[in-house]
């Protein structure tokens, strides 16, 4: 079982910002196109962001169009971490969020652990 743990979800106003960090001891993030998908109540899972394995000419990014310019996906290659900065969030971005990895240009095969991020006045 691949195990992927995550932390700094909660409660935020509508313009506020969070960062999700997500670690493991099971493999080396930096050899795996990496995700983060988010699950809001009564809806489907939504892929928001991929980062792919490091490759000759760096990783590439992408992301969905409800969070592009607002949501940025980093890695730490070091401390084996990845991260989602979230700015300017808005009450639908209100969801379960997970760290995943098997991810492509818009899909996450495989999640870990989730969070819970509340956007509210």
């Known amino acids: 079982e691949v195990q992927m743990a995550i932390s700094g979800g909660g409660s935020v106003q509508p313009g506020g910002s969070l960062r999700l960090t997500c670690t493991t001891s099971?493999?080396?993030?930096?050899?795996?196109?990496m995700g983060w998908v988010r699950q809001a109540p009564g809806k489907k899972l939504e892929w928001i962001s991929t980062?792919?394995?490091?490759?000759?000419?760096?990783?590439?990014?992408y992301y969905a169009d409800s969070v592009k310019e607002r949501f940025t996906i980093l890695r730490h290659n070091g401390k084996n971490e990845l991260y989602l900065q979230m700015n300017n969030l808005k009450t639908e971005d209100t969801a379960m969020y997970y760290c995943?990895?098997?991810?492509?240009?818009?899909?996450?095969?495989?999640r870990g652990q989730g969070t819970q991020v509340t956007v509210s006045s």
């Open positions: 099971s493999f080396a993030m930096k050899w795996e196109d």
């Open positions: 980062i792919s394995a490091i490759s000759g000419s760096g990783s590439a990014i």
């Open positions: 995943a990895k098997d991810c492509s240009r818009t899909n996450c095969v495989t």
